[in-house]
Each structure stands twice: as structure tokens, then as C-alpha cells.
């Protein structure tokens, strides 16, 4: 089984700043899109909040990359691609794995962070160069409108948006800047794709996050303490 720590959403380069955090609930901006989406942020009911996070460049009529897709009956479609989908396609990531969705928030009056936001199981992998299933094109998934690589794929499964912002699902240490995490006790050096260098692993059980880079990938095999752990982190997610 494989853990993997995927990036989504707005941020300083992608967007202009932080999504925010309204109400004490996480609210993930999905990134501005080209031709391939047919989603405003006003459609989702963003705009506002687009507008603000990047400083009037976005407003509710811009269309946005609306990814990973939650949907009303509890799942999840997620779209990857190009030299990102390699890496998870290296890494053996398929049916079984878990993708924790983290971003970069902030409250008002507080620093950015990065937090888990939501999650997806996956229980199918969809080969968009194979034929883009109906019920995918309906959804209006930017991944099934237009084919973004040959090696486009989608990830479906059950999946869920955190509720709140919880300190369970906060990655950067308390005051810290944004890449500097906080880690269980589980992983371990040599335990997280592209983080091999020495020098990340830090003291007191921290993580110095690379700044680029969509997709980390933990195989935590069938350790008890990582899964205990995973579980703990959906719990946090699916409190209401």
C-alpha cells in the first residue's frame, strides 16, 4: 500500500496565495484553467474568495481546473498526467493506494500553511487513451474534456473534503514556514519520493518539504504504524 501526499490548488505561483479558510473549514481553490474545462470559479461558488486570494486577477467568471472533483455521493476523480503521472506510474501507485490531498491555506490574521485537505481511495484506474467512459465526460471532469498527455489518466474512488480545520490535518509546524513539517514518527529517511537527500530529514521528527513537485509517494507496505496513522488522518477528514 502507498501513501501519497499530492499538491492541489492555489499557492503563491499557481493562483497568486493561499486558498483560504472560512468558518474554520479549509476551502482548496482549484488552480486557473485553459480551454479544458468548461468550471468557473462562480459555478463552484468561488468566486469571491478567487478574487481575494489572487488579488483581483481572478474573478468568478474565470474558468478554473476543477481537480481533484469531489462529488455529492462520496467519491473522488482525480486527473494526472505527463512527467507527474510517470512518477506515480514508477512508484506502482494503482487500486489500494490512498492520495492525501495538502495545499497552502491560511486564516484571516494568520501565516500560510500547507494542511491535508481531502482524500481518495482508489478502486480504478481510468486510461483516458483508452476511451474516456460517458459517465466521466458528464461530470465535467478537465481531464475527460481534453486529452492533457498520452499517459492521462483518471483516479476514482471513494473520497471526501475535511470540514474542518483541524490540527490533525496541519503539515507545517506551529509558526513555521510553510515546507517545514511536522512528520510521524513512521517515515522515515528514504521513506518519501523526491525527499532523498539527507538534509530534509531534520531533528524532532521535521520535514523540510521540496518546493516543486505535485506527487510524494510513501510505500508503506503493510506496517501497522503508518496505517494507524492513515486512519487517524480520514477520521479527521470525515468529522463533521
Keep these: 500500500m502507498r501513501i501519497i501526499f499530492s499538491r492541489k490548488g492555489f499557492d503563491s505561483a499557481a493562483g497568486g496565495g493561499p486558498s483560504p479558510i472560512v468558518d474554520g473549514r479549509p476551502v482548496s481553490l482549484p488552480i486557473p484553467a485553459g480551454a479544458a474545462s468548461r468550471t468557473t470559479y462562480g459555478d463552484l461558488g468561488l468566486g469571491e474568495h478567487a478574487a481575494k486570494a ?143 537527500r539527507e538534509d530534509r530529514w531534520l531533528r524532532g521528527s521535521r520535514l523540510k518539504s521540496v518546493a516543486r513537485g505535485q506527487e510524494f509517494v510513501a510505500d508503506i507496505g503493510r506496517r501497522r504504524a503508518p496505517r494507524e496513522w492513515l486512519a487517524r488522518v480520514l477520521a479527521e477528514i470525515r468529522a463533521s
Design 54 to 196: 489572487s488579488r483581483g486577477r481572478l474573478s468568478d467568471r474565470d474558468l478554473c481546473h476543477h481537480d481533484p472533483m469531489f462529488l455529492d455521493d462520496g467519491t473522488c476523480l482525480f486527473g494526472q498526467c505527463g512527467a507527474a503521472q510517470t512518477h506515480l506510474a514508477n512508484q506502482g501507485v494503482g487500486v489500494g493506494d490512498v492520495f492525501l490531498f495538502f495545499g497552502l491555506f491560511r486564516e484571516e490574521g494568520s501565516k500560510p500553511h500547507h494542511r491535508i485537505f481531502g482524500y481518495l481511495e482508489a478502486s480504478e484506474v481510468i486510461a483516458l487513451r483508452d476511451g474516456v467512459p460517458d459517465h466521466v465526460i458528464e461530470r465535467g471532469h478537465p481531464h475527460a474534456l481534453a486529452l492533457h498527455a498520452t499517459n492521462d489518466v483518471i483516479y476514482a474512488g471513494p473520497g471526501e473534503q475535511a470540514r474542518l480545520a483541524s490540527d490533525g490535518l496541519r503539515l507545517t509546524v506551529e509558526s513555521g514556514p510553510p515546507s517545514l513539517w511536522n512528520r510521524p514518527e513512521w517515515l522515515k529517511p528514504g521513506g518519501l519520493s523526491y525527499h532523498d
